[in-house]
């Protein structure tokens, strides 16, 4: 049987968290458990009464995403981990084709690119990611920008065992530092070359609201994990 896949979808007031919940029901992979982490939502609720009996819904006092998505992983049965932001999308092929490349290159952790959309779902930007020919070229990008989009990884559950959750420190820029910890542990981000999700940008989403907030956030991972990732490429 194939192995089982936990997408984890935090959730907080969101509109679009319908469309995302209804992406993860869509997948073509068939062994899926999705989990909606609440974290502490005052509207919209009531956009997610309609799946109840097809996900696993938990509730918590609001704590940010990085407590949320932790919450979904410490309650997961899969030995996968995906997440998706409430505000974006999955193709259906996306856990599919993800797991395929896993399981056939042998990957705990990988990413792919995504298109950036609307409010309307109309794509504005195709590939908006970089793209890679091999993990010496992932590496070289971490001391440029975080190259990773968070929504488009598939990460094994027993990783995070090993080197720990998101980090609540960080409240929007926590998968920036987790991959960090991911690499300097020694263990390789592999990338495959499709846009499996939508990401979406809009007025209301915590990038496009609080630039100046994430970019603190950046500056303080990268003077920390930088040098470390500098120094474990050495011994390689």
């Given at each position: 049987m194939e192995?089982?896949?936990?997408?984890?979808?935090?959730?907080?007031?969101?509109?679009?968290?319908?469309?995302?919940?209804?992406?993860?029901?869509?997948?073509?992979?068939?062994?899926?458990?999705?989990?909606?982490?609440?974290d502490?939502?005052?509207?919209?609720?009531?956009?997610?009464?309609?799946?109840?009996?097809?996900?696993?819904?938990l509730?918590?006092?609001?704590?940010?995403?990085?407590?949320?998505?932790?919450?979904?992983?410490?309650?997961?049965?899969?030995?996968?981990?995906?997440?998706?932001?409430?505000?974006?999308?999955?193709?259906?092929?996306?856990?599919?084709?993800?797991?395929?490349?896993?399981?056939?290159?042998?990957?705990?952790?990988?990413?792919?690119?995504?298109?950036?959309?609307?409010?309307?779902?109309?794509?504005?930007?195709?590939?908006?990611?970089?793209?890679?020919?091999?993990?010496?070229?992932?590496?070289?990008?971490?001391?440029?920008?975080?190259?990773?989009?968070?929504?488009?990884?598939?990460?094994?559950?027993?990783?995070?065992?090993?080197?720990?959750?998101?980090?609540?420190?960080?409240?929007?820029?926590?998968?920036?530092?987790?991959?960090?910890?991911?690499?300097?542990?020694?263990?390789?981000?592999d990338?495959?070359?499709?846009?499996?999700?939508?990401?979406?940008?809009?007025?209301?989403?915590?990038?496009?609201?609080?630039?100046?907030?994430?970019?603190?956030?950046?500056?303080?991972?990268?003077?920390?994990?930088?040098?470390?990732?500098?120094?474990?490429?050495?011994?390689?």
């Amino acid at each position: 049987m194939e192995p089982k896949v936990t997408i984890i979808i935090p959730f907080y007031n969101c509109p679009y968290v319908d469309q995302a919940i209804q992406s993860a029901l869509n997948q073509t992979y068939q062994n899926v458990e999705i989990i909606v982490v609440d974290d502490g939502s005052t509207i919209n609720t009531d956009r997610i009464i309609p799946f109840q009996e097809k996900i696993i819904y938990l509730r918590k006092e609001n704590g940010g995403t990085a407590t949320a998505l932790n919450h979904g992983i410490g309650s997961a049965s899969g030995e996968y981990i995906a997440w998706l932001s409430s505000d974006d999308y999955f193709v259906p092929e996306k856990i599919a084709k993800q797991m395929t490349f896993m399981l056939n290159n042998n990957a705990e952790v990988s990413f792919t690119n995504f298109d950036i959309i609307d409010q309307n779902n109309q794509v504005i930007t195709p590939f908006c990611g970089l793209r890679f020919s091999d993990i010496k070229e992932v590496y070289k990008q971490f001391f440029i920008l975080n190259p990773v989009n968070g929504c488009t990884v598939i990460m094994k559950k027993s990783l995070f065992e090993q080197i720990g959750y998101f980090n609540p420190v960080h409240r929007y820029t926590h998968d920036y530092e987790m991959w960090f910890r991911v690499l300097i542990s020694g263990h390789k981000m592999d990338y495959l070359d499709e846009a499996l999700t939508k990401f979406r940008w809009h007025e209301g989403s915590g990038t496009s609201q609080f630039q100046p907030e994430i970019k603190k956030e950046m500056e303080l991972i990268e003077s920390c994990f930088r040098p470390m990732l500098a120094e474990f490429l050495k011994q390689q």
